[in-house]
């Protein structure tokens, strides 16, 4: 322990390459390699949810705290690694290699024991509370896509002891907008309107118990923090409940998922111009 160092770096995970790897490919924008991954990871986290952040004292608090378990982003060299390492690689418009973000490691304390893919991580994500924007899209009547933007987006997260048994309530709010219609549907109705928002609201839903089932059923392992949740409500209840089922009390948690959408804008057209084109 020194007293030099700050807390507030992002740590992350070598996908498939050594760590001193990763931090010897040079990048266009930034001479130091650690700082591009720390700038486009903070942004990658904001603006896409398919990453999360998580700094040295974060990853110490869930490491020793009850009910918690570290998750990691993690970052792959896309091409070769001594390519990476040479001047020419960002002196070109295409550099030959890349840092990329891939996957979230989830770990059993301090050992990684596997990976979410991209959409488990938006699920994990909206069920922690950590996605601030979001880009995805649900299907028009005609079964084409229709782009829509999370905006602020919020996690409730509650607890309630019903029958000696802990229920876990996750609820997401989320103001959006319509950001793009490839689909030739007319979203300028209200019944239009009432679908859209019914069809991401089932969407969220459905991304966030894939990833929980996903989880339960491959780890058994809670990243979410369910049970420092249930700690928090009642210390007590955590000790007994936790030391009657040990390291397998997830299953015994009932989660209930829910969603709220809510439309604020979308844009001066309401339907696509080319339902209007001649042939």
């Not at 507030?8 to 930034?30: G, H, I, K, N």
């Not at 300028?188 to 991401?200: F, I, P, R, V, W």
């Amino acid at each position: 322990r020194s007293r030099e160092p700050r807390m507030d770096f992002y740590v992350m995970v070598a996908r498939d390459s050594q760590a001193a790897e990763v931090l010897s490919v040079l990048t266009p924008l930034e001479k130091i390699p650690a700082n591009k991954l720390f700038n486009s990871l903070d942004r990658s986290s904001k603006a896409t949810a398919t990453t999360t952040t998580a700094t040295l004292d974060q990853i110490i608090d869930d490491l020793f705290g009850r009910g918690l378990t570290p998750v990691l982003t993690g970052v792959i060299l896309d091409g070769s690694v001594g390519e990476g390492m040479e001047h020419s690689n960002v002196e070109s418009v295409e550099p030959k290699t890349k840092l990329r973000y891939r996957g979230v490691a989830i770990f059993r304390k301090d050992k990684m024991v596997g990976w979410l893919d991209e959409k488990e991580t938006i699920g994990y994500n909206y069920m922690t509370d950590k996605v601030v924007t979001n880009t995805g899209f649900v299907m028009g009547t005609d079964d084409r896509p229709i782009i829509m933007e999370a905006l602020r987006t919020s996690t409730d997260r509650k607890v309630k002891i019903i029958n000696g048994q802990p229920h876990i309530y996750i609820k997401v709010k989320t103001i959006s907008n319509v950001q793009d219609v490839p689909s030739e549907m007319d979203i300028g109705t209200t019944e239009a309107m009432n679908y859209l928002t019914k069809e991401a609201e089932k969407k969220t839903v459905k991304l966030m118990q894939t990833a929980y089932n996903q989880i339960l059923s491959k780890y058994n392992i809670d990243p979410m923090g369910f049970g420092h949740l249930i700690y928090q409500h009642n210390p007590q209840f955590w000790y007994k409940f936790k030391g009657k089922y040990g390291e397998d009390y997830l299953a015994e948690i009932p989660v209930h998922f829910s969603a709220k959408f809510k439309i604020t804008r979308i844009g001066t057209l309401d339907k696509s111009f080319r339902s209007e084109v001649k042939e």
